[in-house]
């Protein structure tokens, strides 16, 4: 794609992040009209504004901002690992790794908070430490993925089918895992938030939480953007990368490692939210083409317009109560995951 048109969908991306930060500050319980919230941020948190300007700054300035972190990592962290596996079903969630990053999330917060209670569970980063969930969170989706691929690699040969059994088997066994660690340990007070948060949630959200998934972001997908070319070679497949000279089984290792850390560290601030990493590269791609060095950025910017305008339907749609934003991601994403799957199975039928 021509460099002025990827301009222009950035541009046209950035503007609608913007349209959406301003009615997920907007809306709510309590409704402030969009003018009052740009005249709210722009005079800035330390300027007095009442009640509308508490709850603009300190409650949901954070929750928007975290949404569209966590949305650009994991359709970056999607992405690359369609990339990595050449394989257009690879995803975060479907991989495995948001479910093995949940389990070892919620072994540190239920074996760790012990009397810190709901609390802990709601403010996981701040009642643990700075690097014990994400830590923890890391190990778990890096174990899944390794997992989830040696099992798809079994044999010599990775199709569609086999990588999604690996997936979904080991999903099954984690998501059991997590299930059977709050059963048996968790504190009565702990069960629901903790539960509420296994299921993708930005409630939680603090301004001291922000800096860990926000440096994730912008590092992993600046090193990934500057692996583009690689990246790209993984699309001629296995031999055509060797022979362009590209070490495949390093690279792939190491950008593994690199994804996986992204990973857990937006897992451990935001749960396991599914199929974002899925659907915006395919959007993306259809929009720039596959080349990463656009594609990249474009997914990113996609990703976080998804998860803010997600967050805010989770928020608006039972008002009062609030919906998990794994849940609507998942309302959005399953029916789109069967198409998918049910393209992808057309496109082996004809190449058999």
Same mark, same amino acid.
């Given at each position: 794609?021509?460099?002025?048109?990827?301009a #222009?969908?950035?541009?046209? !991306?950035?503007?609608?992040?913007?349209?959406? /930060?301003? /009615?997920?500050?907007?809306?709510?319980?309590?409704?402030?009209?969009?003018g009052?919230v740009?005249?709210?941020?722009?005079?800035?948190?330390?300027?007095?504004?009442?009640?509308?300007?508490?709850?603009?700054?300190?409650?949901r300035?954070?929750?928007?901002?975290?949404? +569209?972190?966590?949305? %650009?990592? @994991? /359709?970056?962290?999607?992405?690359?690992?369609q990339?990595l596996?050449?394989?257009?079903?690879?995803?975060?969630? &479907?991989?495995?790794?948001?479910?093995?990053?949940? &389990?070892?999330?919620?072994? =540190?917060?239920?074996?760790?908070?012990?009397?810190?209670g709901?609390?802990?569970?709601?403010?996981?980063?701040? #009642?643990i430490?700075? @690097?014990?969930?994400?830590?923890?969170?890391?190990?778990?989706s890096?174990?899944?993925l =390794?997992?989830?691929?040696?099992?798809a690699? *079994?044999?010599?040969?990775?199709?569609?089918?086999?990588?999604?059994?690996?997936?979904?088997?080991?999903?099954?066994?984690?998501?059991?895992?997590?299930?059977?660690?709050?059963?048996l340990a %968790?504190?009565?007070?702990?069960? $629901?938030?903790?539960?509420?948060?296994?299921?993708?949630?930005?409630?939680?959200? *603090?301004?001291?939480?922000?800096?860990?998934?926000?440096?994730a972001?912008?590092?992993?997908?600046?090193?990934?953007?500057?692996?583009?070319?690689?990246?790209?070679? !993984?699309?001629?497949?296995?031999?055509?990368? $060797?022979?362009?000279?590209?070490?495949?089984? $390093?690279?792939?290792?190491?950008?593994?490692?690199?994804?996986?850390? =992204?990973?857990?560290?937006?897992?451990?601030?935001?749960? %396991?939210?599914?199929?974002?990493? &899925?659907?915006?590269?395919?959007?993306?791609?259809?929009?720039?083409?596959?080349?990463? $060095?656009?594609? !990249?950025?474009?997914?990113?910017?996609?990703? #976080?317009?998804?998860?803010?305008?997600?967050?805010?339907? +989770?928020?608006?749609? +039972? /008002?009062?109560?609030?919906?998990?934003?794994?849940?609507?991601?998942? &309302?959005?994403?399953?029916?789109?995951? !069967?198409?998918?799957?049910?393209?992808s +199975? *057309?496109?082996?039928?004809?190449?058999?």
């Open positions: 794609m021509s460099r002025p048109r990827t #222009a969908v950035v541009v046209l !991306l950035v503007a609608a992040l913007l349209a959406s /930060a301003v /009615a997920g500050l907007a809306l709510g319980p309590v409704r402030i009209a969009p009052r740009l005249d709210i941020v722009l005079g800035g948190p330390g300027r007095p504004g009442g009640a509308f300007a508490s709850i603009v700054w300190d409650v300035m954070p929750r928007v901002l975290l949404g +569209a972190v966590v949305g %650009a990592g @994991l /359709a970056v962290a999607g992405t690359v690992l990339a596996v050449r394989n257009p079903l690879a995803d975060p969630f &479907l991989l495995g790794a948001s479910s093995g990053a949940s &389990l070892g999330a919620v072994l =540190v917060i239920v074996l760790g908070t012990g009397a810190a709901t609390a802990g569970a709601l403010g996981v980063i701040g #009642a430490g700075a @690097l014990g969930v994400p830590a923890a969170a890391f190990a778990g890096m174990g899944a =390794v997992a989830v691929y040696a099992m690699r *079994r044999g010599g040969t990775m199709t569609t089918g086999r990588l999604i059994l690996a997936g979904v088997a080991v999903q099954y066994v984690l998501s059991a895992l997590t299930s059977l660690v709050l059963v %968790a504190h009565p007070d702990q069960m $629901r938030s903790v539960l509420f948060w296994t299921l993708g949630g930005l409630g939680g959200a *603090r301004w001291d939480e922000l800096p860990l998934p926000a440096a972001l912008l590092a992993g997908t600046a090193l990934l953007i500057a692996l583009a070319r690689p990246l790209d070679l !993984l699309l001629a497949g296995e031999e055509g990368a $060797r022979t362009l000279g590209l070490d495949t089984g $390093r690279f792939r290792a190491a950008v593994f490692v690199l994804t996986s850390l =992204v990973i857990g560290v937006l897992v451990a601030c935001s749960g %396991a939210i599914g199929f974002v990493g &899925l659907m915006v590269p395919h959007a993306a791609r259809m929009v720039v083409g596959a080349g990463h $060095r656009a594609l !990249l950025p474009v997914a990113a910017l996609g990703g #976080a317009v998804f998860l803010t305008l997600a967050d805010l339907v +989770a928020r608006t749609a +039972a /008002a009062p109560e609030e919906i998990p934003v794994g849940v609507v991601t998942a &309302l959005v994403g399953g029916p789109f995951f !069967l198409w998918m799957l049910r393209r +199975a *057309r496109v082996e039928g004809v190449a058999g």
